[in-house]
């Protein structure tokens, strides 16, 4: 019976081709953008998580005034080595490094200057690594990292190795750069992070940058708690502690003590927000497709009164008309979903392509077997209820009327 | 036991009255009308004596306002309308003055189609249906669509239709009403030869006095009940 029905609706769907083709545009449409969208929030997140795998849970930061608010180098409010010694003694903290950072010039050769973050560093190596997990676990690729005694040396992100993407040609190693028109030899590069920002920053030792900006605060405290202690607790200890060191009242500090998992909270919250909002607007086009899908079956069902005064002449009991056009509005809903789903696919990954060609290897998407399923069922559902109030009536119509319908 | 009626369908008293407006309109009035077993009978009457409502009664396509309807003994005037469909599917074949095929399906297909309602199983439906459609003379047409078929072979397929579930009871509604006179001629000579060779019982409704005699028995219809000659 169902085979029956599936067959009959589907001969009816191929005799107005035309009709049931614009009926699943509208539903493709919906479906389309919601894959894409869906499928770049996925990709972000995994991106997420794979980047928290790689810095760890362990860390903990201080920053100037409210947090992540300001740009580095803007705040008149910095940290210093003795700031530094207070919050390495602290109990529970591992190890502590701190980095200057400030947006710099930096030319090559006779191409236009660009304007990264310059990012000074300790050249102890255990406390470079932990600046390293700070910008997911990146590793020097080529060439090696800074080491004690580099004044005007500097290692930089991983764009410089790409031509066109900061400068004209691409870096490499020994090439002199002017950072505000001093001159820098590079002497390693960074893997990639995948965000842009990051992946165009250029690293000197603590003593280059004071060199080059003449500053010798910090901008920024990093710390690995130890080992079974749980960081937001030391994050409160840290403040508490920090603020009576600085004779500051409660609620008054110039600093912001966060886990990392705060900033990664933070951080996966405004993007789910924004990926949330961009697909509500995208099923607010499904609804317009549920009312056409609707409007076409009441067309149809017009269309054919005398069709149904026939069959049920000849013995079709009401089920059998009502699951006719339920299906045939599924099958409508459920073959715009499938081209919708590949349509997505394909438009997520001319994305992702166009994300990578500007740096932004974070944005790439993920087709989760969830996604294609949810996206495959929706699809069906929003057809077959759309048609379910037009097909309810095709099934009650009187025989008799019904044949007399011309 | 209920003792075994000699009519196949029997409609007492029965009255149909539509609303038009605020006013009753009877289409029946106290209608009483029977069918035996193997019988041929033609019903005749002027338009606007309730034919066409009698002719629904018949075919329980429809049910009166009052009265009753029995359809081999078992009253059916109190059915829901999918018993009805699933009674009339198995018990009666339709020939409409219009042919009524659906468009959309080839002959086979039209003439599988009451047997897909009664349940029949695919290769069991397939074969009566090609069976019936060479019994008809249609047996290299079956996969034509009804647009692709002349009146005359569009009122045969009908025909194979109506004969797809074994019915009792064919109700030929005005058959020849759409065809010339020669294949009306055609049309006229299934129907006596359903009759005679295979027992059906057969139910016509004509205005052609011509076509009436070729009933056994002609039964007229005026205002809304049946007239005694």
């Known amino acids: 019976m169902i085979k029956d029905i599936l067959k009959y609706s589907l001969s009816n769907l191929w005799n107005r081709k035309l009709r049931s083709f614009l009926t699943m545009l509208s539903i493709l449409i919906g479906i389309t953008a919601i894959f894409a969208l869906i499928s770049f929030g996925q990709g972000l997140n995994s991106w997420i998580d794979g980047f928290a795998q790689e810095m760890g849970t362990d ?80 590793g020097i690729m080529e060439g090696r990292g800074l080491k004690k005694g580099d004044v005007l040396k500097a290692t930089a992100g991983y764009s410089y190795t790409v031509p066109n993407r900061l400068f004209k040609r691409e870096l490499s190693i020994g090439s002199k750069v002017a950072i505000n028109d001093v001159e820098v030899e590079i002497v390693g590069f960074y893997e990639e992070v995948g965000s842009p920002t990051d992946d165009a920053q250029l690293y000197l030792s603590q003593e280059g940058f004071e060199e080059i900006f003449d500053i010798e605060e910090f901008e920024y405290i990093y710390m690995r708690v130890a080992p079974g202690e749980d960081p937001s607790m030391i994050a409160d200890r840290i403040k508490e502690k920090f603020r009576k060191y600085k004779g500051q009242k409660e609620g008054e500090e110039d600093f912001t003590v966060q886990t990392f998992e705060d900033i990664l909270e933070t951080f996966t919250s405004i993007l789910l927000v924004l990926n949330g909002v961009l697909v509500i607007i995208a099923l607010i086009s499904v609804v317009v497709a549920a009312v056409n899908i609707m409007n076409t079956m009441y067309t149809s069902i017009l269309e054919r009164t005398k069709e149904i005064g026939v069959m049920k002449s000849i013995g079709a009991r009401n089920e059998f008309i009502l699951l006719v056009f339920v299906t045939e509005s ?16 394909g438009f997520a990954k001319i994305g992702g392509m166009a994300a990578s060609a500007f740096g932004l290897t974070m944005i790439q998407p993920d087709f989760p077997c969830w996604l294609i399923a949810g996206c495959l069922i929706f699809a069906f559902l929003v057809g077959s209820l759309s048609g379910l109030i ?11 009327d019904a044949l007399r319908y011309e | ?106 002959a086979k297909r039209n003439v599988t189609l009451p047997m897909v309602f009664q349940g029949v199983g695919y290769r069991k439906r397939v074969r009566r249906a090609e069976k019936l459609l060479k019994m008809v003379g249609l047996g290299e047409r079956m996969q ?70 070729f009933a056994e028995r002609i039964a007229h219809l005026r205002d809304g009940s049946i007239v005694k000659r």
């Open chain 1, 59 to 138: 860390k903990v930061f201080i920053m100037p005034g409210g947090g992540l608010s300001n740009a580095p180098g803007t705040s008149n409010i910095k940290f210093n080595e003795e700031d530094l010694d207070f919050i390495r003694k602290i109990k529970g903290v591992d190890e502590a490094t701190a980095m200057m950072a400030i947006s710099g010039k930096v030319g090559y050769k006779d191409y236009r200057d660009v304007y990264p973050f310059i990012i000074g560093l300790s050249t102890e190596s255990n406390e470079m690594r932990l600046i390293e997990e700070m910008f997911g676990g990146i």
């Open chain 1, 330 to 345: 599924g099958v409508l809903g459920f073959l715009g979903g499938l081209i919708g789903v590949i349509l997505g696919a």
């Open chain 1, 390 to 400: 037009p097909a309810i009536q095709a099934s009650k119509l009187n025989p008799v």
């Open chain 2, 1 to 106: 036991m209920v003792k075994r009626d000699k009519h196949i369908i029997r409609i007492v008293e029965a009255w149909k009255t539509y609303k038009m407006g605020d006013v009753d309109v009877h289409a029946l009035r106290g209608m009483n009308f029977e069918v035996e077993y193997g019988e041929f009978v033609a019903i005749m009457g002027p338009s606007g004596s309730g034919k066409s409502t009698a002719v629904n009664m018949v075919g329980c396509l429809d049910v009166p306002t009052k009265g009753d309807i029995y359809l081999e003994g078992k009253n059916i005037s109190t059915l829901s309308e999918s018993q009805l469909a699933q009674i009339r599917g198995k018990k009666i074949g339709f020939i409409f003055q219009q042919f009524n095929l659906i468009s959309t399906l080839t």
């Open chain 2, 144 to 213: 034509h669509k009804p647009t692709e078929l002349s009146g005359g072979q569009q009122q045969r397929v009908a025909i194979a239709r109506a004969l797809a579930n074994d019915p009792d009871v064919i109700l030929a509604d005005e058959p020849t009403g759409n065809l010339d006179s020669k294949t009306g001629k055609e049309m006229m000579d299934f129907l006596c030869n359903l009759h005679k060779k295979e027992k059906k019982t057969i139910v016509m409704v004509t205005h052609d006095p011509r076509l009436a005699k």
